[in-house]
Each structure stands twice: as C-alpha cells, then as structure tokens.
C-alpha cells in the first residue's frame, strides 16, 4: 500500500461498496412501495435493534438527539430538575437536559476511560437530582455498576448515551440495556450509520415505549387526537430500511475497529509521551473513535506533523461543557475533563483501516514527539 496517500479520519467508501446492492435494493423497494413514514421498515428494524441489543422494544426516532430529549421526558424529568452528567461528551447530551427545562449538573471523569466518574456522581447528589446521564465515550462502556447501585439507593432514573458505543459490552451486556432508557444515534458516522440522520430510544418498559411514540408524532394519542406537545421526531423509513442492511455488519465492523486499535496500540505503546486508549477488564470496547493522550503541550506539534504527512485527525472535544456559555455562569472545577480537553487526539479509524497505514501513522506521531 502506498502510505503516502492522504488518509482521512472516516472512510465509509469500502463499507457502501460492499453493500452497494443490498442497499440498492432496499432504497428502491422503499420508492416503489410509497410508503415513506412510519411503514413496515420502521418497525422491522425497531426490532431487529431490540432483538440485537437484549432489550423489550425500541422506538425510531429522527436523530440521536431527539432520542436523548425524547428520552430525558419519557422519565418524568423537567423544570425543577437536576441530571448528573459527563461535561467530556459532545454538546447534545447537555444539551437535551436544557431542552427538557432541568439543569445539568457536570461532574468529573475517569482520567482512563474518560468516563463519567461514579466516586463524583455520589458526591454531586442532591434533594433536585432526578436521573443520571452516563455516555460511553469513544465506545468505551462507562461504569454502570456503581452508577445503578447510586440510581437504586436515591431513587434516580439512568438515560444511557450510546450515540458512540453501538454493540459495546459492559459485564458480558451490550451498552444501552442497563438503564431506564438509552439513546443512540445512527449519524453516517457512527459504529452503525444511516445514510443521514435518524436515532433511536431502548427501553424495556412498556410506559417508556408508549410516551416515545406519543412524542416522537406530536404527542398523539389516537389519530387527531393530541394530548401532550410532542415533535416531529419520526425515524424515516428510507433510513430505516438502510439500517436494516447494515445492522448484521455492526459486530464484524466492530471487530474490524478493535483490529485497527491494536495495530495502533502496537505502533504508538512504547512511544514516549503518548497514553494509548484503555480497556477496562469485563467491558468490551466499540472503538467508535481511538483516541490517544499528549502531554507536555506537545499535542499541536503531533496535529501539524500529521497534517503535514496527509494525515487527518480531530480533537475530541477540546472544549469541556461547563466551559461554554449556555452553561455559564458556574464555580465548577473539574481538572480531569480540562485535562483531557488539553491533551487528547483522535487517529484515524474505520473498520477496514490498513495495518500498515496505522503503523505509518505511529511512526509520524513518534518522529514529531522525537523533535
């Protein structure tokens, strides 16, 4: 392989070209029915998710982010309301708890997983806090025992963030069986993508399922008959019947995923100033992003090196949530997160990611961490 060619942070072109005639074939079985809302792929693929991951049922929905507010209501949170969160995520988990009226309340992470961190979690308990919003970053599984043992001893709900960590495990489980809830997102991106934006809520309780599917169509009860304020929040049914093809290819990609850390991990474990992504015993991680720590200031060195080779990566998020207005103002201190906003970096990963290519891409990170 020639490893001078430019390498993006997401290929998606081998995965669409393997299953060009699959997906082909269910867009136009989609145009030639005329059924294109709420039709028969919606609910085949709702279970097909729920068979998939272990859970009673599951609701299509337009986006991981309607799955996420959609989902903070359908538990009875709102005004008045406290909900402990990660401030190391993307903004939509924050800013689902806005959108509901309750307050986010951010507490500091696992240096190592990047985690929500359940010794601060107990800490930030309060007579207001009504549920717990753990993420599973980067697709590493947050650590759900403490937190459901916190949830049962307060009385709390748990909304699982799973936009990152499709077909993740925790304790032998997959991630999004455990709470109340959990929400995730089928942006093209993500370890299972749409061909567009749609998302989905998981539950196994009959309640839950009932109020996602009042909301997620105005908050109607029976035809015309509306007895709350919902949305437009439907999952397409183009999207639904593309995610049915995909759907069986989540744990093989998966696999391909943790193949392509591996070879990172072999490339980059001994370099000098770089902390390789963790995974902790009993959890399986998706690999949804691989994301190495640099310290010492140096990480802008490693980014311009990278770039200069043709060689993307991101930072993932170098803004913790507590530092941004729509959360100002506040007294928090919490050193993890800002230190690992100040030090992370994302490689490059798909599933079908060259061996060679990851261990070019250590060999740059290691010459610019040399200079």
Excluded at 82 to 92: G, H, K, W
Excluded at 98 to 110: M, R, S, Y
Excluded at 180 to 199: V, W
């Amino acid at each position: 392989m020639n490893v001078a060619k430019p390498v993006p942070m997401l290929d998606l072109k081998p995965q669409l070209e393997g299953l060009r005639e699959p997906l082909e074939k269910a867009l136009l079985e989609v145009l030639r029915s005329g059924h294109f809302i709420l039709g028969p792929n919606v609910a085949a693929f709702e279970r097909e998710f729920a068979e998939f991951l272990g859970v009673a049922d599951t609701v299509g929905l337009a986006s991981g982010t309607d799955a996420l507010v959609i989902g903070l209501r359908t538990l009875g949170i709102g005004p008045n309301d406290e909900v402990i969160t990660t401030p190391f995520t993307f903004f939509a988990t924050a800013e689902a708890i806005l959108a509901v009226g309750a307050t986010p309340v951010f507490v500091d992470i696992d240096p190592e997983t990047y985690c929500i961190d359940p010794a601060a979690v107990e800490r930030a308990i309060t007579p207001r806090t009504r549920a717990l919003l753990p993420v599973h970053l980067f697709g590493h599984p947050a650590e759900l025992d403490p937190l459901l043992a916190l949830a049962d001893a307060h009385g709390l709900e748990i909304l699982e963030d799973v936009a990152q960590a499709a077909g993740a495990t925790y304790r032998g489980r997959k991630v999004g069986t455990f709470g109340a809830a959990s929400a995730f997102s089928f942006y093209p991106s993500k370890n299972l993508g749409a061909l567009g934006d749609a998302g989905l809520l998981a539950t196994d309780r009959p309640d839950v399922a009932a109020h996602a599917r009042r909301l997620r169509t105005h908050g109607q009860e029976g035809r015309y008959m509306h007895t709350e304020v919902g949305y437009t929040a439907r999952l397409d049914e183009i999207q639904a019947a593309l995610l049915r093809v995909k759907l069986p290819h989540v744990d093989p990609w998966n696999a391909g995923r943790r193949r392509v850390a591996e070879a990172y991990d072999k490339a980059l474990r001994d370099v000098r100033g770089v902390t390789v992504p963790t995974t902790r015993p009993g959890n399986v991680h998706a690999f949804h992003q691989y994301t190495i720590r640099i310290g010492d200031g140096k990480r802008e060195s490693v980014v311009e090196a990278l770039a200069s080779a043709g060689i993307a990566s991101v930072v993932y998020y170098p803004h913790p949530l507590h530092r941004m207005r729509p959360f100002q103002p506040n007294d928090y201190s919490l050193p993890e997160a800002e230190r690992a906003a100040s030090e992370v970096l994302s490689l490059p990963l798909w599933p079908e990611l060259p061996d060679d290519t990851a261990a070019h891409i250590g060999a740059v990170i290691a010459s610019a961490l040399r200079v």
